[in-house]
């Protein structure tokens, strides 16, 4: 079941005048909707000549979203994704495919007709929620086009996806709900892999691993979880982030993350970040690193001087391609050095013993 757990409540915003609406019948009931809207004229008004030519374009953008926008399921798990590529190259996330290996089948919807994909590559659930899907049979698949940058705070966006709910004759019913864009890289605890693009775009169940798209039609998130207790706080993850997992599976074929083998914390007295632990035998341990190193700079960046320092370093390292060189520059004994590492793939910290944690002289 998707991680996206809440009601069936219609929260999308139409406007603040014209009250909330699900699109839940595709393009030609949306366009509907809003041409019957007996305040459309005045919303339009309100919101400024931008937004009112923004409302026009929705059922264009719609109507060509819907094409590329698909259902996934699996034996225990279902959610949304989209069609990147013509090839057939499908993104989800990867906690809708978690009891699929890689390589193997699952069952992909477009526009109601069933087609069988392969999982080519998921990253950890946990953490880099993404995972693609290969569809075959045809090089001219239906496609959505990622945005270019992020998107503005306060811009309007659609939710679009197959969320748990009514069902048509053909299956689940593709939906279209509206919001705007009520926070921009937000970061929480449970991951370290993505900034979050925050949404009042109402989402449901199985909304999971679809498209957030703006007025241009260009994808700038992947729907991907909310809080069940809290109304209107949705989030997908950003574009630039898929773009990153997009390149590395064109790299490696896979979506692990990086790691250096290390663990940081923030020094409150110094006000920087400090090496509090060194695994043994991982790639900080042979690179020469030690525990108390503080950390100066990496790949040339220098830490900010406050605790969000150390959320931007763990975010950078999950980030890293495994098999790559980076370089760290620390502090000891009040000394800057230079040490270069090769990024390994995530794993679980290995058990440590006393003699394995160092922390030298000077």
Sequence with gaps: MSRLRYSAALLALLSSV?????????????????????????????RGPQAAAAAGRWPDAIERAQKATVR????????????????????????????VKIGGELKVLVEGVEHKGKLVA???????????????????????????????????????GYPDGPKEKKGP??????????????????SACHRYVQTDASVNAANSGGPLIGADGGVVGINTWGFLEKQQLNFAIRSPDLVKALEQFDRVQHLAEGSLGLAVGFDDKRKKVVVRQVYGGRSAA????????????????????????????VHWVRNLVPGDRVTLTVLRGGNPRQI??????????PPQRVAEIRNPKG
């Design 72 to 99: 996934i399921e699996t034996d225990s798990h279902w959610g949304s994704g989209f069609i990147l590529r013509a090839n057939g190259l499908v993104v989800t996330n990867a906690h809708v495919v978690p009891d």
């Design 173 to 190: 019913a593709f939906t279209v709900t509206r919001g705007i864009v009520s926070g921009l890289n937000r970061l929480y605890d449970d």
């Design 340 to 349: 270069p590492l090769v990024v390994e793939k995530h794993a679980d910290p």
């Design 18 to 46: 014209s009250g909330a609406q699900d699109w839940t019948s595709g393009p030609g009931q949306a366009k509907a909707l809003l041409d019957s809207s007996p305040a459309k004229a005045l919303a339009d008004r309100a």
């Design 122 to 160: 998921s990253g950890n659930k946990d953490c880099r929620d993404i995972a693609f899907v290969q569809l075959s049979g045809r090089t001219d698949w239906p496609t959505l086009a990622l945005a270019t940058s992020d998107p503005r705070l306060g811009e309007e966006v659609l939710a679009l």
């Design 286 to 313: 042979k690179a020469g690193i030690y525990q108390g190193d503080v950390l100066a700079a990496y790949n040339g960046v220098t830490p900010a001087g406050d605790e969000f320092a150390v959320d931007a370093f």
